[in-house]
């Protein structure tokens, strides 16, 4: 049997993997409901994932190529990302990420496409914070996590709603790894330590509002309060959410983001990572795993980086 670290990282990836290719088939509802997700669910058909995972696995690889103290080299993980679309852009990506990857390919600095996008406004869309989990594994503390969270981030997306999005998520993935399935997870206490990852941000206020939505919330409530559309401030704390309402059990995490509708794949892709890395790879259902592309490279790469985690 793997070692509990090696079920939690490949928890972590998994969990992305199986959310967002679930998800994917729902993305742009206004909401979902259970009957069509769980015909989806009962599909033979293989589960085919889209930009999200196929970015974070590009993530999950840099971070297995470099070594400490430079776990992210931004000039050429802006390369490996363009890369990535480059070979694959039926995938499904943003309209910004594409625009700044087809320039970095073209030469131009990532810096300058990135600040150059939407108008000179920057991306705020949840592109960042899709792909992060697997800063989670390498970091080595909340704040060394959301430090490489932004650094990965800053890349696509160059307004601070951006990368505060992915250092959420970065932060809500290093706590949920680190905690202890084997006991109820505290939820004040997690949300508290995750509100100072965006400490003196107004996205204080997003996790009050999560704070009040959970174990009562119904997902078509909680999009109605959160928002579940691709920008980062409307649907990494819907994801939160979702992992908060169901932290010992990914598949349920994941079914409540998808039925949320909106940005489904995205945001059942965080849920799913946050959940699944806290539990281990064991809870999600053998069903999705056997059905989900690529499966076997996943797996390798999540082994990778367990070996990078230091002993909780
Ligand atoms: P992005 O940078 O294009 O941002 C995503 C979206 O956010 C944009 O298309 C805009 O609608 C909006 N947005 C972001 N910044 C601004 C701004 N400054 N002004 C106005 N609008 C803005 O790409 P990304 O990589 O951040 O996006 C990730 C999303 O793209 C994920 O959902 C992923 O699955 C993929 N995707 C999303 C949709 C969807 O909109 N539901 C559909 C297909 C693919
Ligand atoms: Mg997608
Ligand atoms: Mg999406
Ligand atoms: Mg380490």
């Not at 990535?84 to 087809?102: D, H, K, L, T, V």
């Not at 792909?131 to 970091?139: C, N, Q, T």
Request: aromatic residues 6%.
């Amino acid at each position: 049997a793997p070692s509990q670290t090696a079920a939690k990282a490949r928890g972590l990836l998994f969990g992305v993997a199986v959310g967002d290719a679930l998800g994917a088939a729902f993305e742009g509802a206004h909401s979902v409901d259970g009957e069509r997700l769980a015909q989806q669910e009962r599909a033979a058909t293989q589960l085919r994932y889209t930009d999200d995972t196929a970015l974070t696995l590009v993530l999950a690889r840099h971070l297995v190529d470099r070594q400490h103290p430079v776990p992210v080299d931004e000039d050429a993980l802006a390369l490996e990302l363009a890369r990535e679309w480059q070979r694959e852009p039926w995938r499904g990506y943003g309209m910004g990420s594409r625009e700044i990857f087809e320039r970095v390919l073209r030469g131009t600095p990532w810096r300058k496409a990135s600040e150059d996008c939407f108008g000179g406004e920057g991306s705020y869309g949840n592109g960042g914070a899709m792909r992060v989990a697997p800063i989670a594994l390498v970091g080595t503390s909340p704040a060394h996590v959301t430090e490489l969270a932004a650094r990965s981030a800053v890349i696509t997306h160059s307004h601070l709603h951006g990368q505060r999005g992915a250092m959420l998520q970065a932060c809500a993935a290093f706590l949920a790894l680190n905690s202890d399935g084997g006991k109820p997870l505290d939820k004040a206490a997690f949300l508290s330590q995750l509100s100072r990852a965006v400490e003196h941000t107004d996205w204080r206020s997003h996790l009050d509002q999560v704070h009040a939505l959970v174990d009562t919330a119904s997902p078509a409530f909680a999009a109605e309060r959160l928002g579940n559309d691709a920008a980062a401030p409307t649907s990494v704390p819907l994801a939160v959410l979702a992992f908060l309402q169901h932290p010992d059990q990914p598949a349920e995490a994941i079914r409540y983001a998808i039925r949320a509708g909106g940005d489904t794949d995205t945001i059942a892709s965080m849920a799913g990572a946050l959940a699944a890395a806290r539990t281990g790879v064991q809870e999600l259902p053998t069903a999705w795993l056997d059905r989900l592309e690529n499966a076997e490279h996943v797996g390798e790469l999540a082994d990778t980086l367990a070996t990078r985690m230091a002993p909780s």
